[in-house]
């Protein structure tokens, strides 16, 4: 039998399942129900208004930082958000939300589990080879560990290889009760953010008290990344997760020079 359909229809479009999630997502978002974005000035800090009503965390708590450039800094977030409100496009928000929300009533646990990256950290454990890449390592990681040595007199021991070394119980011990004494919920919010973003909380540290910036840091974390990439090509859906990576990692470094 004949096909009803004429020859002039167009068959179907095949299903894209990615477009799909797309659209499915960005339905499930919320509109932008603001016009204007304004920062004032509150009894605590700095609070965002959306045509002049206060915004919130997911908890209700004002959304209030400490000082005007935050501030201004989250409020151009909102600024720019388009048509729906996407979250993952609002970094510092989030890093905020975190703090307000999590890390302020969780400061010792949350201060516990970054010290514990100092028990494996990233730039104690060197490759053997080849030549090129350990040179690279040498160049990026040694500074920090000189920074942490110099200026908090935190001594590591380098490992060869990815076989565990022991860090001294001393260093180990002065790591922690400096992360302790981090009394500002907003300061360890960013502070693990960039610690979980690089491997490193000897990194973190470092882009936190403003020793290296956030350039200098973010390569030095990816340094086995790179080699693997001028040896292999590049690939696209890895980049474009490390660009959101980046992001994130730029929206913890601007709260911590922020808060210098």
């Known amino acids: 039998m004949a ?3 004429s020859i002039f229809e167009l068959p179907p479009e095949p299903v894209d399942p990615v477009a799909m999630a797309r659209r499915d997502l960005k339905k499930s978002l919320p509109k932008r129900f603001w016009k ?23 908890s ?14 989250v409020a151009q977030e909102w600024r720019e958000v388009g ?6 496009l ?12 999590g890390v302020a009533n969780a400061m010792g646990p949350t201060a516990e589990e970054l010290a514990r990256y100092a028990a494996s950290d990233m730039v104690c454990y060197r490759a053997e080879g080849p030549d090129k890449l350990v040179e690279c390592q040498n160049t990026n990681w040694d500074p920090v560990l000189d920074w942490a040595r110099q200026g908090h007199g935190w001594r590591f021991e380098l490992a060869a290889g990815v076989m565990h070394v022991p860090q001294p119980s001393e260093t180990l011990e002065a790591v922690k009760a400096h992360l302790l004494g981090i009394g500002e919920p907003l300061r360890l919010a960013a502070l693990h953010v960039a610690t979980t973003l690089t491997g490193s909380v000897l990194l973190a ?8 910036g956030p350039t200098a840091v973010w390569n030095a ?7 693997q990439m001028a040896l292999w090509g590049e690939d696209e859906e890895a980049l474009a997760r490390r660009a959101v990576r980046h992001a994130e990692f730029l929206a913890a470094a601007t709260i911590l020079a922020g808060l210098a």
């Open 3 to 5: 096909s009803d359909r």
């Open 221 to 227: 974390a990816h340094v086995d990344e790179d080699h």
């Open 90 to 101: 609002m970094p510092m928000t989030r890093i905020v939300n975190s703090a307000l929300d």
């Open 36 to 58: 204007e974005v304004t920062v004032a000035a509150e009894a605590n800090g700095y609070g965002i208004a959306l045509d002049g009503r206060p915004t919130r965390t997911p």
């Open 205 to 212: 540290l470092s882009l936190a008290e403003g020793e290296f």
């Open 83 to 88: 048509e729906h409100l996407d979250p993952a």
């Open 60 to 73: 209700r708590q004002a959304l209030v930082l400490p000082n005007r450039a935050l501030a201004e800094a």
